[in-house]
């Protein structure tokens, strides 16, 4: 691993978090999946060699519980959903060069392995601990197969995650009244004796670790608290029978969390295997036995960062490979401003989106351009209209149809003229935004190289009227070959977001290569003769939107009367109502809402404040003035990014002093992530919030 510029002489490996094999995809699932896609092929466009891993995780309770239920084998009950998964995937775009699943032989070995180098290097130990045990049923209880009060922050949770509340990893005996899910009855905890992984003892290494890893700010500064209160020894092994054994015993099977990231070794050996290590080689990835390792790249969802950047990172030090070199953790999707729910049927379902006859490219767009990565992403019909008809219909599509239609009319393609130096210098200046957006991991900034120069191209066109000189002209010619250049590079930098579009222009442009292995210089590949094109997008009806929406309502109107009982999320990826604080019934009235005074603010400067975990002061300059104001925000933003940031800030708030320095206002921001509240528009510092 390194950390130098892209690209690096070391091969690159992208994966992000394996589904659980036990229900359907939803869009939920696919924003990470399809932002990693974009990883991926952005990585190659800049000429580094990388592969893209992943593979169905068919371990752990949710699916033995799932199993149970319906009288058959876990494997049984997993197998079609990880075949479904297999031939989803590729339907939205998604190209994996290996996509295993956790059971298979050769995760199975690559784990005991693992797990053996870690006994080797002395990091396990066996401790008694109190398990969860049904007394009805005569058996333990791991896992989900348990409920009950966090001990933290005292929400619901489940037996090995708080997920409806402070979001921690919870230990074998942690889970306050414990509740047996098999029978409903009140559980009781015994003595067992378990196996555990020394993590407290790599807590100045992951304490180092979260200081150079890249990615997303929320999955450096998020894990930092946990370091910081102490971090617990973690528990590696479950009385199930269903996981891979640990080595030696026979009564007890791995945690699921320590054989799923190992599943992102064992997929890239297998993508090595099939293509010859000449190629590919993965233990030059993954740093065998000391080795320094490639760049690794890891896209997850924000609910398992904790094992991404605290287990999965000591696991690989302890046992002497190379850590990840970036973490990049994905918000959550909601539908219409709700939470994710599966059971009230509240979400838009990978097939279900195909069936509307939708093309795949459009929705990787949506999902990839629409906020930043750690940023919640909402999804409506109307704003994937929006979206659709105006970046998409409106700018790429218009351009390119209208650029390449009158070249076919006029030249019989690309006609015979130099490009001029303004349009390769545009051109060069979205080469230079793409790869500095993909050297920060950010997916939408790279998408908007590509449609900012394709609105360049529609103002030049529109600037220059073609059509108003002389037909076959060397002026004519002129201004047409730029146009086509423009669109040639518009497809290479739109090719990891939108691929099949993007392959669809370069063929039309008569462009004998592959837009897919083509780098970034291939912006310059000259079009070839070509006839009268098709249009690229669909422009989506205002009727359609409507139909959509009716649609959706009554599907969740049908799921709540079958089932108006608490969702029973199984998948670690969604959002459930519950996460959402209910609305305050006292109303204020407008008077006391106009004695408010919200301003537009930007950030100035900002630096930690001595001796506090959490707070940032910051200058802040709200027009009329620059105000200093001291912020929750150093545990869930990078401090450094924060300046040149547009905040709301409340302007007339009574001061305060937080560990000795004043506050004089208050920066706005929702949840506990405090994603930072702003503007959309070019709103200028000083300007009222009405």
């Known amino acids: 691993m390194s950390h130098e510029e892209f690209p690096t002489d070391r091969p690159a490996v992208v994966t992000c978090g394996l589904p659980y094999a036990n229900g359907d995809l939803h869009i939920g699932h696919l924003r990470g999946y399809t932002a990693a896609d974009a990883v991926n092929r952005s990585l190659k466009k800049l000429g580094q060699q990388s592969a893209y891993v992943c593979g169905s995780d068919m371990h752990g309770t949710p699916i033995a519980v799932g199993a149970a239920q319906r009288g058959i084998s876990p494997e049984e009950f997993a197998m079609p959903f990880h075949e479904k998964y297999e031939e989803t995937f590729p339907e939205f775009n998604v190209e994996f060069d290996n996509y295993g699943r956790t059971n298979d032989a050769t995760n199975t070995e690559i784990t005991r392995e693992f797990v053996e180098k870690l006994e080797d290097a002395g990091y396990v130990y066996e401790d008694e601990i109190l398990v969860a045990w049904d007394p009805e049923e005569g058996q333990p209880l791991p896992d989900r197969y348990v409920e009950g009060t966090c001990p933290y922050c005292g929400e619901q949770a489940r037996g090995d995650e708080c997920d409806e509340g402070c979001g921690?990893?919870?230990?074998?005996?942690?889970?306050?009244?414990?509740?047996?899910?098999?029978?409903?009855?009140?559980?009781?905890?015994?003595?067992?004796?378990?196996?555990?992984?020394?993590?407290?003892?790599?807590?100045?290494?992951?304490?180092?670790?979260?200081?150079?890893?890249?990615?997303?700010?929320?999955?450096?500064?998020?894990?930092?608290?946990?370091?910081?209160?102490?971090?617990?020894?973690?528990?590696?092994?479950?009385?199930?029978?269903w996981g891979i054994d640990y080595p030696g015993e026979e009564e007890l099977v791995l945690y699921v969390w320590v054989d799923a990231p190992?599943?992102?070794?064992?997929?890239?050996?297998?993508?090595?295997?099939?293509?010859?290590a000449d190629e590919y080689d993965w233990e030059a990835v993954w740093g065998?036995?000391?080795?320094?390792?490639?760049?690794?790249?890891?896209?997850?969802?924000?609910?398992?960062?904790?094992?991404?950047?605290?287990?999965?990172?000591?696991?690989?030090?302890?046992?002497?490979?190379?850590?990840?070199?970036?973490?990049?953790?994905?918000?959550?999707?909601?539908?219409?401003?709700?939470?994710?729910s599966t059971s009230r049927?509240?979400?838009?379902?990978?097939?279900?989106?195909?069936?509307?006859?939708?093309?795949?490219?459009?929705?990787?767009?949506?999902?990839?351009?629409?906020?930043?990565?750690?940023?919640?992403?909402?999804?409506?019909?109307?704003?994937?209209?929006?979206?659709?008809?105006g970046e998409l219909v409106g700018t790429v599509g218009n351009f390119v149809y209208r650029?390449?239609?009158?070249?076919?009319r006029n030249f019989d393609g690309t006609?015979?003229?130099?490009?001029?130096?303004?349009?390769?210098?545009?051109?060069?200046?979205?080469?230079?935004?793409?790869?500095?957006?993909?050297?920060?991991?950010?997916?939408?900034?790279?998408?908007d190289a590509a449609v900012e120069l394709a609105q360049f191209g529609n103002e030049y066109i529109q600037q220059h009227e073609p059509w108003q000189l002389e037909d076959g002209s060397a002026e004519q010619a002129a201004v047409i070959r730029d146009c086509l250049q423009v669109a040639t590079a518009v497809a290479v930098l739109l090719e990891p977001i939108c691929p099949e579009k993007a392959e669809t222009v370069w063929a039309q442009l008569g462009i004998d290569a592959d837009v897919h292995a083509a780098e970034t210089e291939a912006v310059h590949t000259e079009p070839g003769a070509f006839d009268e094109p098709d249009e690229l997008f669909e422009k989506i009806e205002d009727d359609r939107v409507d139909e959509l929406d009716a649609a959706l309502e009554e599907k969740?109107?049908?799921?709540?009367?079958?089932?108006?009982?608490?969702?029973?999320?199984?998948?670690?990826?969604?959002?459930?109502?519950?996460?959402?604080?209910?609305?305050?019934?006292?109303?204020?009235?407008?008077?006391?809402?106009e004695s408010l005074d919200i301003r537009v603010g930007r950030i100035e400067s900002a630096e930690g404040v001595e001796g506090a975990d959490k707070l940032v002061r910051l200058e802040v300059d709200i027009g009329v003035e620059t105000r200093q104001i001291v912020a929750g925000l150093k545990q869930l933003h990078d401090v450094d990014d924060l300046v040149g940031e547009k905040v709301i800030v409340l302007a007339n708030l009574e001061k305060a002093e937080l560990f000795g320095v004043e506050s004089n206002g208050m920066v706005l921001a929702a949840g506990d992530q405090a994603d930072l509240l702003t503007t959309k528009e070019g709103a200028e510092p000083g300007t009222k919030v009405l």
């Open 168 to 241: 921690r990893h919870l230990e074998p005996g942690e889970i306050e009244d414990p509740v047996s899910t098999l029978t409903g009855n009140p559980a009781e905890y015994r003595e067992r004796e378990h196996k555990y992984f020394a993590v407290s003892e790599l807590a100045d290494y992951l304490s180092e670790f979260l200081d150079r890893v890249e990615g997303t700010s929320n999955a450096r500064n998020q894990p930092r608290e946990w370091i910081e209160e102490g971090l617990q020894d973690w528990c590696i092994t479950r009385d199930m029978d």
């Open 262 to 276: 190992i599943e992102y070794v064992s997929s890239t050996k297998q993508y090595s295997e099939r293509v010859g």
């Open 288 to 340: 065998r036995d000391g080795g320094d390792g490639g760049e690794i790249v890891h896209v997850i969802g924000r609910d398992i960062i904790q094992h991404h950047t605290i287990f999965w990172p000591a696991m690989l030090h302890a046992t002497g490979h190379a850590e990840p070199r970036a973490v990049c953790a994905t918000g959550f999707v909601t539908i219409d401003g709700k939470g994710l």
């Open 345 to 389: 049927n509240r979400a838009i379902w990978a097939e279900e989106y195909l069936d509307e006859g939708f093309h795949p490219d459009l929705l990787r767009y949506y999902l990839t351009t629409m906020g930043g990565f750690q940023q919640d992403l909402d999804f409506t019909w109307e704003r994937f209209q929006e979206r659709v008809n």
């Open 403 to 408: 650029s390449m239609l009158f070249a076919a």
């Open 415 to 447: 006609p015979d003229a130099e490009v001029s130096d303004e349009v390769r210098e545009r051109i060069d200046d979205a080469v230079e935004q793409f790869e500095r957006a993909v050297t920060e991991y950010d997916v939408r900034n790279a998408g």
């Open 556 to 593: 969740i109107a049908e799921a709540t009367t079958d089932d108006d009982e608490t969702d029973d999320e199984t998948e670690d990826t969604d959002m459930d109502e519950s996460d959402l604080e209910p609305l305050i019934d006292e109303r204020i009235d407008f008077d006391t809402f």
